[in-house]
Every structure is written in C-alpha cells, then in structure tokens.
Nanobody, 115 residues
Framework: QVQLVESGGGLVQPGGSLRLSCAAS????????MGWYRQAPGKQRELVAA???????NYAASVKGRFTISRDNAEKMLYLQMNSLKPEDTAVYYC?????????WGQGTQVTVSS
C-alpha cells in the first residue's frame, strides 16, 4: 500500500512558476514508477511526466522543456517543477505510483494559471 499526498498548487500568472510536491508513505518508494497526471475540466486525465526507479524520465510534448520531474527516494518525495506556465496548464494535478499490478493516486492539487 502507498499513500500519496500532493501539495504546492495554487494560482499563478502566465509565465510564472510553481513546484508541486508529492509525499509518499507506506511502502518501498524507490521501486515505484512515479508520475504526474493532470485533468482539466471536461477533459480526460493525461500523463504530464513520469520518472522510473532508476531516474529515467518521460514528458508529454506539451510540457517538455518547461516542466521537470524529480524524485528523492530517501525522503519518499516526488516533485514537479513547472516553469513558463500557460493558461492551458490549468488543471488538477495528481501524483501516481505504479508497480504492476498496483497503482495508487493522490487526492490532487489545483493549479490555475490566469492573469
């Protein structure tokens, strides 16, 4: 079992930055494939970025070059640094942990990009 708690969302102006954090507890964090997903109103949940147990990363084309995913296995933390934010980045952002066949979700944190 893994429990995930996101933090760091909020309201930011276009071009601004935010750093999301996800605190994990309950299991061996280092073995999990970790990811950030987002869901905007009326849209499907989509993968934003993922990071493997060995540190390999994968990004959605829409955020590549602007967002950076990282993890601290010792502290059981996942991060998403978001720079050059755009209004279309507005969504609820979810932390995800996956180790087949199990998958776990956090409760989500709202990110709103607006002037």
């Amino acid at each position: 079992q893994v429990q995930l708690v996101e933090s760091g969302g909020g309201l930011v102006q276009p071009g601004g930055s935010l750093r999301l954090s996800c605190a994990a507890s309950g299991s061996i964090f280092s073995i999990y494939l970790m990811g950030w997903y987002r869901q905007a109103p009326g849209k499907q949940r989509e993968l934003v970025a993922a990071i493997g147990s060995g540190g390999s990363t994968n990004y959605a084309a829409s955020v590549k070059g602007r967002f950076t995913i990282s993890r601290d296995n010792a502290e059981k933390m996942l991060y998403l640094q978001m720079n050059s934010l755009k209004p279309e980045d507005t969504a609820v952002y979810y932390c995800n942990a996956r180790y087949s066949p199990s998958t776990y979700w956090g409760q989500g944190t709202q990110v709103t990009v607006s002037s």
